[in-house]
């Protein structure tokens, strides 16, 4: 039914119906105290009584005991996570409570039946401590409503936090045990409540009424949930003041019921400061890891996706390198083949999947055998995209216009120059290269560096090695100035003869103390086992650089070839 009623009023006035919402522990709150106390007024002669001094005094003194370890208590929550809450409203809030505390305590012990402190204990006493007590926990809350919650303090020394609730308290004490006539009575026995302890009563619910409201106006802006307790407890507060007007006598039902009021409220402000600084920390701290932990649930998986998109394009790169390697040594020459008189026998280890060395040999016509090997810059798929145009381009420009009448190896340096310049490669990409002749006919040798900076060896027999120095420019885009900076040399071989063509990466293995292999070194293994033939040879040669660099991993593509004269 009552579900039904609610559904109705929220289709008819949403608006009205998300207000009350909001609100309702107030509406809530204000209606349960409110049904107390005025069922405790209209039922007065059912049940009103006056208790036993022994019995009332047990549970006044329970009552207001807790009471003050929950203001106690409220106060070390903040005292303790001071450095922390820099909130101004906490601290006065805390100050104020631990002096009411402590007023509360001198209320317990000079209540009429109670052994007292300084002096012995009486209705007067007691009366004038709770006013006190009742004035300053109104002022401090009314205070509060006015100070922001988000104005901080830089700092407040711990020694005034507690120093001065404390002074305070003590002085008090001191006051109203030695000098009990400075405020007038405010109980009168066989007379009940004077109209002074009344209009007190009266002005106190006036200030907790002030900051009801303003803690009310703050949460309809803030919809802060704490407020909520401090708006309960101000409402339970003001009910507990009410029922303080009433009574007659300090054991009856009134009496008793503002004690049971203000244990409740109590309750509240510490609730609100216990969530403030340890509850409501930890609520954020647990939201927080949750969020983290989707977070991180949810980067697991994007991680994977990631990772498996990853090593699917890595296998794809894998794949293509894999192409690449075979494409690039299907163009490159046989290892091992003769042209009539001349034997060839190469090796050639690239440093990645592709490199960027290059060579090859061309019949022209049945005499010439043209030749070539370089090494372009860099390594892996540009270089090895560049070696694919520098060898065709070669093949293209070895002949005039298509015929059988070839150019010489300087003049195909200069075309293969002036063709790079025209391309659009980067112009941080180079080439360096050697390109010449064999004539098969008399064994001679004519070739034009293109900056190759490693110099041809020749075994002469009898461990004879010649070195055949040469100079040249790289094939590189600096324009036509450059183009006729390439020479040409010319070499006779005999038969017997064998020559060494080679890139740097093969002189520049390192071994375990960095040393280079060098071509002083190269040079002995030419005379050593240059008697051989090719292929033996370069078993020798191959063997002589693992044996130099030990297990070091070599830092540029390997790469040569020998050619011996029949």
Same mark, same amino acid.
């Given at each position: 039914?009552n579900?039904d009623v609610?559904?109705?009023?929220?289709k008819s006035?949403?608006?009205i119906?998300?207000?009350l919402s909001d609100?309702k522990?107030?509406?809530?709150s204000?209606?349960?105290s409110?049904?107390?106390?005025?069922s405790v007024?209209f039922l007065e002669?059912?049940?009103?009584q006056? #208790?036993g001094?022994?019995?009332y005094l047990i549970?006044?003194t /329970?009552?207001?005991f807790a009471?003050?370890?929950?203001?106690v208590?409220?106060?070390?929550?903040?005292y303790y996570?001071g450095?922390?809450?820099k909130?101004?409203?906490?601290?006065?809030l805390?100050?104020v409570l631990?002096?009411?505390?402590?007023?509360?305590f001198?209320h317990t012990?000079?209540?009429?039946?109670?052994?007292?402190?300084l002096v012995?204990?009486?209705?007067?006493?007691a009366?004038?401590y709770w006013?006190i007590?009742?004035f300053? $926990?109104?002022?401090?809350?009314l205070?509060?409503?006015?100070i922001? /919650?988000d104005?901080?303090v830089?700092?407040?020394r711990?020694?005034?936090l507690v120093?001065?609730?404390?002074f305070l308290?003590l002085?008090?004490?001191?006051?109203?045990s030695y000098?009990?006539?400075?405020l007038?009575?405010?109980f009168?026995e066989g007379?009940?409540l004077t109209?002074?302890k009344n209009?007190l009563?009266y002005?106190?619910?006036l200030?907790?009424f002030i900051a009801?409201i303003?803690?009310l106006?703050e949460?309809g802006k803030?919809k802060r949930n704490t407020?909520?307790?401090?708006i309960?407890?101000?409402?339970v507060s003001? #009910?507990s003041?009410?029922?303080?007007t009433?009574?007659g =006598?300090?054991?009856?039902t009134?009496?008793?019921?503002?004690?049971?009021?203000?244990?409740?409220?109590?309750y509240m402000?510490f609730?609100l400061?216990?969530?403030?600084n340890?509850?409501?920390p930890y609520?954020?701290?647990d939201?927080?890891?949750k969020?983290?932990s989707?977070?991180?649930?949810?980067?697991e998986?994007l991680v994977r996706h990631?990772t498996?998109?990853?090593e699917?394009?890595?296998?794809?790169?894998?794949?293509?390198l894999?192409y690449?390697?075979?494409?690039?040594?299907?163009i490159m020459?046989?290892?091992?083949?003769?042209?009539d008189?001349?034997?060839v026998?190469?090796?050639?280890?690239?440093f990645?999947?592709?490199?960027?060395?290059f060579y090859g040999?061309e019949?022209?016509g049945?005499?010439? $055998?043209?030749?070539?090997i370089?090494d372009?810059?860099?390594?892996g798929?540009?270089?090895?995209?560049?070696t /694919?145009?520098?060898?065709q &381009?070669l093949?293209?420009s070895?002949?005039?216009?298509?015929?059988?009448?070839?150019f010489?190896?300087?003049?195909?340096?200069?075309?293969?120059?002036?063709e790079?310049?025209?391309?659009?490669?980067?112009?941080?990409?180079?080439?360096?290269?050697?390109y010449?002749?064999?004539?098969?006919?008399?064994?001679?040798?004519i070739?034009?560096s293109g900056?190759?900076?490693t110099?041809?060896?020749i075994?002469?027999?009898?461990?004879?090695?010649?070195v055949?120095?040469?100079?040249?420019f790289?094939?590189?885009?600096?324009?036509?100035e450059f183009?006729n900076s #390439?020479?040409?040399?010319?070499?006779q071989?005999?038969?017997?003869?064998?020559v060494?063509?080679? &890139?740097?990466g093969?002189?520049e293995?390192?071994?375990i103390?960095?040393?280079?292999?060098?071509e002083?070194?190269l040079?002995?293994v030419m005379?050593?086992y240059?008697?051989?033939?090719?292929?033996?040879l370069?078993y020798k040669i191959t063997?002589e650089?693992?044996?130099?660099? =030990?297990?070091?991993?070599?830092?540029d593509?390997?790469h040569?070839f /020998?050619v011996e004269l029949?």
């Amino acid at each position: 039914m009552n579900s039904d009623v609610s559904d109705k009023m929220k289709k008819s006035n949403p608006i009205i119906y998300n207000q009350l919402s909001d609100y309702k522990f107030a509406i809530i709150s204000f209606l349960v105290s409110g049904l107390i106390f005025y069922s405790v007024r209209f039922l007065e002669k059912y049940i009103y009584q006056v #208790f036993g001094t022994n019995q009332y005094l047990i549970f006044h003194t /329970i009552v207001e005991f807790a009471s003050i370890i929950m203001c106690v208590a409220s106060f070390l929550v903040v005292y303790y996570v001071g450095d922390r809450d820099k909130r101004l409203r906490i601290k006065v809030l805390a100050g104020v409570l631990l002096l009411v505390g402590c007023i509360d305590f001198w209320h317990t012990f000079s209540y009429n039946g109670m052994p007292g402190l300084l002096v012995p204990s009486s209705v007067q006493g007691a009366t004038t401590y709770w006013i006190i007590g009742r004035f300053i $926990l109104a002022g401090g809350i009314l205070l509060c409503s006015f100070i922001s /919650i988000d104005v901080n303090v830089h700092s407040i020394r711990k020694s005034i936090l507690v120093g001065l609730p404390l002074f305070l308290s003590l002085f008090i004490l001191y006051i109203l045990s030695y000098y009990p006539t400075v405020l007038p009575p405010l109980f009168i026995e066989g007379e009940g409540l004077t109209p002074l302890k009344n209009w007190l009563e009266y002005v106190i619910i006036l200030m907790m009424f002030i900051a009801f409201i303003k803690f009310l106006i703050e949460y309809g802006k803030s919809k802060r949930n704490t407020l909520a307790y401090m708006i309960v407890a101000l409402i339970v507060s003001m #009910f507990s003041e009410l029922a303080f007007t009433n009574y007659g =006598n300090v054991y009856d039902t009134y009496n008793l019921l503002g004690h049971v009021y203000k244990l409740i409220a109590s309750y509240m402000i510490f609730r609100l400061l216990f969530i403030f600084n340890i509850n409501y920390p930890y609520e954020e701290l647990d939201k927080a890891e949750k969020e983290i932990s989707k977070y991180a649930n949810n980067l697991e998986v994007l991680v994977r996706h990631r990772t498996e998109e990853v090593e699917i394009a890595n296998e794809q790169l894998l794949q293509d390198l894999e192409y690449a390697k075979s494409i690039q040594k299907a163009i490159m020459p046989i290892k091992h083949e003769n042209f009539d008189n001349v034997e060839v026998y190469s090796e050639y280890i690239a440093f990645e999947k592709v490199g960027g060395d290059f060579y090859g040999f061309e019949n022209l016509g049945s005499d010439q $055998l043209s030749f070539y090997i370089g090494d372009v810059a860099g390594h892996g798929v540009p270089a090895a995209m560049m070696t /694919i145009f520098l060898k065709q &381009t070669l093949v293209m420009s070895n002949y005039h216009n298509s015929t059988k009448e070839f150019f010489h190896p300087k003049e195909v340096i200069q075309n293969l120059y002036r063709e790079y310049n025209d391309t659009d490669f980067p112009l941080e990409m180079y080439a360096v290269m050697l390109y010449g002749i064999f004539n098969k006919k008399n064994n001679e040798m004519i070739f034009s560096s293109g900056g190759l900076n490693t110099f041809p060896l020749i075994y002469e027999g009898e461990g004879n090695v010649r070195v055949v120095e040469h100079t040249g420019f790289p094939i590189c885009k600096f324009g036509e100035e450059f183009c006729n900076s #390439f020479n040409e040399y010319t070499v006779q071989l005999y038969k017997g003869n064998k020559v060494l063509f080679y &890139t740097d990466g093969l002189i520049e293995i390192t071994n375990i103390h960095g040393e280079d292999f060098s071509e002083a070194r190269l040079v002995k293994v030419m005379s050593e086992y240059g008697h051989l033939s090719p292929k033996e040879l370069s078993y020798k040669i191959t063997k002589e650089i693992k044996r130099f660099s =030990n297990g070091v991993k070599p830092k540029d593509d390997i790469h040569y070839f /020998i050619v011996e004269l029949h």
